[in-house]
């Protein structure tokens, strides 16, 4: 099994430019996550996906939007994006049927760099 | 709300030997559960251990163990004959049983010396 993946793996874009990062899991995971890591600082909420058709803010959504397209797919957009939002992107996914107890299963993440 | 410290930024140790990673925590929640990530350099996240807070025994998990105190909200984690591949970043993270949102330290790099 692939388990979670996630394209690109690197991308370079300039302010201003929009993306949409792309995460797949194979393993009917009800949930989906995205984070953003940036350096010194541990993983970041920023949306999920509970089950497929519901999408809910993390701890830090403020420019970017989130399309849960089908069970296996999360992707996350940047409509506009900033200097700020320079940071490796993880994807991760979960069973979703109980919660807390839940391992989450990350992608191998996706580096972006905003000029 | 949770919060996770981790006071090492940084931790070396021998191979085959022993080394301990500190993590505190913090959460309103009752019910709630703990968590170590390795993320080697090659950036994947890949879970080392976990702890259900209800659970009074200490996870192991081979080489890994850990030591919880949930009066002293700690959760240190402890690799006992340490390889070379265990260099990593080390990420210590809660959840509680009713949300869906992980909270993660800063991490520890973890260096083994040959």
């Known amino acids: 099994n692939a388990g979670v993946t996630q394209t690109p793996k690197f991308q370079v874009l300039k302010t201003g430019q929009s993306m949409t990062l792309q995460c797949a899991q194979d393993?009917?995971?009800?949930?989906m996550y995205w984070y953003r890591q940036d350096p010194g600082m541990g993983l970041r909420l920023i949306y999920y996906?509970?089950?497929?058709?519901?999408?809910d803010k993390g701890e830090v959504p403020n420019g970017y939007n989130v399309s849960r397209l089908n069970k296996r797919e999360f992707s996350l957009r940047l409509e506009s994006a900033a200097p700020s939002q320079t940071s490796v992107y993880f994807c991760a996914s979960s069973e979703g049927l109980a919660g807390g107890q839940e391992t989450q299963y990350f992608g191998p993440g996706t580096r972006l760099l905003v000029l | 709300a949770q919060t996770v410290t981790q006071s090492q930024p940084e931790m070396s140790v021998q191979e085959a030997e022993t080394v301990t990673l500190s993590c505190t925590y913090d959460?309103?929640?009752?019910?709630?559960?703990l968590f170590w990530y390795k993320q080697p350099p090659s950036r994947q996240m890949i879970l080392v251990i976990r702890?259900?807070?209800?659970?009074?025994q200490n996870a192991t998990e081979n080489r890994f163990s850990v030591n919880f105190q949930k009066a002293a909200k700690s959760f240190s984690l402890k690799i006992s004959d340490s390889q070379l591949g265990d260099a990593a970043m080390y990420f210590c993270a809660t959840r509680g049983g009713s949300n869906y949102k992980l909270t993660f330290g800063k991490g520890t790099l973890l260096t083994v010396n040959p």
């Open positions: 996906s509970a089950s497929e058709g519901t999408t």
């Open positions: 702890q259900e807070a209800y659970k009074q």
């Open positions: 959460t309103s929640e009752s019910d709630y559960y």
């Open positions: 393993m009917n995971h009800n949930s």
